[in-house]
């Protein structure tokens, strides 16, 4: 269960059971959250690839396919594993830096109207160190 000192959801949670993935289908996973709060950050990354954050535990998120047309960028504390599909460029989820041992959902790679089911909220990432304890 998700504790209150971490935004992370855990596969215990009863939730949903979702899916997607990036634009041309080789990346395929299926997410099980009972969070229903996206995370749109502002920061130099996230504001650029228009990322809606569904921050999970590992076991409550499984890659069905494409590893192998999966990519890595890192900059800064290489903490943060940004992966996108090196064919089509989009960025389905992450490993993200307030969460190592967790995995970022994009809200908008989920199929279908999943996307709908969540109420996004600003997180101030510009000023990533005054704020990340606030997803923690």
Known sequence: MRSESSRATSPEATGL????????????????????????????????????????????????????AITTYTWGTHVAKHTFCRFCGVHPFYTPRSHPDGVDVNVRCLDGDAASRFVVEPFDGKEWEANVDRIR
Do not use: P, Q, W
């Open 17 to 68: 059971l979702l899916e997607g993935g990036c634009h041309c289908g080789r990346v395929r996973f299926r997410v099980r959250t009972s969070e229903r709060r996206a995370l749109d950050c502002n920061c130099s990354m996230c504001g650029m690839k228009g990322f809606l954050h569904l921050i999970v535990t590992k076991d409550a998120f499984e890659l069905l396919s494409g590893s192998e």
